[in-house]
Every structure is written in structure tokens, then in C-alpha cells.
């Protein structure tokens, strides 16, 4: 996969491997404003790398990842505590404006319907972030990953497709993690509450008459 003899496709997939470190990193930094940060410049390098690469949707899809970030961030500063896990008006327009701009950007440097697997994967992303359930969330964040590594074999990038394949891997685990957990804490308090109802029939008096 690849020409390995193009000086630019291996320049491509160094810059890979350094923006899925970045990545991983993030997953070690509890800071939101760090996180954000790491993020964009992992875009950034992404960017870089799509560039190198040729693959124009994977740019632009990088392009408006990183304006989408700092458009919620702006959003999430300005909610009132109360509506933050709720989905406001402004959180409908923002879906509607990066639609378009999606579609746009993804119309004019699409090669092939193929290389729309890079819009696709992004923008399953963008509805994980933008609904409020986290179950959604991490779920389609498995499609998300699952989109990109098509894309990233589309567009003949080696280490794109094994790194996204194995954060495939890792989110899919959480996920079913997740699930288990949830699952073990209806059970707990299903038990929980079975006790209570069974205590207080024990515990109420007789009526004598």
C-alpha cells in the first residue's frame, strides 16, 4: 500500500504516526483548554499529511474539524449551566451550518464517491459530540473510526489505516465496557430495590381485627 520509494508518501506517514501520538495523549490530559488545543494541532498535522498524500477531503474534512471545535467551545462558554446537556436552538443551527459547509467542502474535493468516506467518518464524529447521550456518543464513535479506516485504505495510507483500525479497536472495547457497566448497575439497583419492597412487606404491621 503506497510507494514506499516517494520520499513524500514517507514524509506522509511520519506525520501520521505523530498525529495519532497526539491522539493518544489527549487521553491522558484531564484539561479541557489542553485537550482542545492538542487537538487542533493534531489537525493540524493531519492537515499536513492529507496534504502529502493528495487526499483533499481528508484537508478539508481536518480544515473544518478544527473551526467545529473552537465553534462549540464558544457555544459551551456561553450556555448557562442548566442547558448544557440539553440541545438548544443554537446547537440546530451550528448542525446546519457545518452540514452545508461539509457537503460543500467534500463536493469540491471529492475524487471519486469513494473518498466520501472521509466526510462520512467526520461528520458521524460531529454527531457524537453534538447529541448529549454518551452511550450515542461512544457508539457512533466506533462508526466514526470504522468510516476512516475505509478512507485512510481508499487513499493508500499504510499507517492511517493500521492506527485508525486499532482505535477502532479500543473505542469498540470501551464501548462494550461501558455497556457491561451500565448493565451491572440496573442489575445492582434492581436488586436494591427488590430488598426495599421485600423489607417494607415485612416490616409493615398486621391488621387485627
Not at 136 to 151: K, T
Not at 178 to 192: C, D, G, P, T, V
Request: charged content about 15%.
Amino acid at each position: 500500500m503506497g510507494d514506499w520509494s516517494s520520499a513524500t508518501y514517507i514524509a506522509s506517514q511520519i506525520i501520521t504516526i505523530v498525529a495519532f501520538a497526539l491522539i493518544g495523549a489527549t487521553f491522558f490530559i484531564k484539561k479541557r483548554p489542553v485537550i482542545l488545543a492538542l487537538i487542533i494541532i493534531c489537525n493540524l498535522v493531519f492537515i499536513t499529511s492529507f496534504a502529502l498524500l493528495q487526499a483533499w477531503v481528508g484537508v478539508a474534512m481536518s480544515v473544518v474539524a478544527i473551526g467545529r471545535d473552537l465553534t462549540l467551545l464558544v457555544i459551551d462558554k456561553y450556555k448557562k449551566p442548566e442547558n448544557k446537556k440539553r440541545i438548544m436552538l443554537v446547537d440546530w443551527i451550528f448542525l446546519a451550518v457545518l452540514t452545508a459547509v461539509m457537503v460543500t467542502s467534500t463536493y469540491f474535493t471529492a475524487a471519486g464517491w469513494m473518498t466520501w468516506f472521509g466526510f462520512a467518518g467526520t461528520y458521524c464524529y460531529c454527531i457524537a459530540i453534538w447529541q448529549k447521550n454518551i452511550l450515542v456518543y461512544r457508539i457512533l464513535g466506533v462508526i466514526c473510526e470504522a468510516l476512516w479506516v475505509v478512507y485512510n485504505v481508499v487513499i493508500q495510507n499504510l499507517f492511517g489505516t493500521i492506527l485508525e483500525g486499532v482505535l477502532t479497536i479500543v473505542i469498540a472495547v470501551g464501548l462494550i465496557l461501558y455497556i457491561i457497566e451500565i448493565a451491572k448497575k440496573k442489575k445492582a439497583q434492581s436488586q436494591i430495590g427488590r430488598r426495599k419492597t421485600s423489607r417494607s412487606d415485612t416490616e409493615s404491621p398486621s391488621i387485627v381485627e
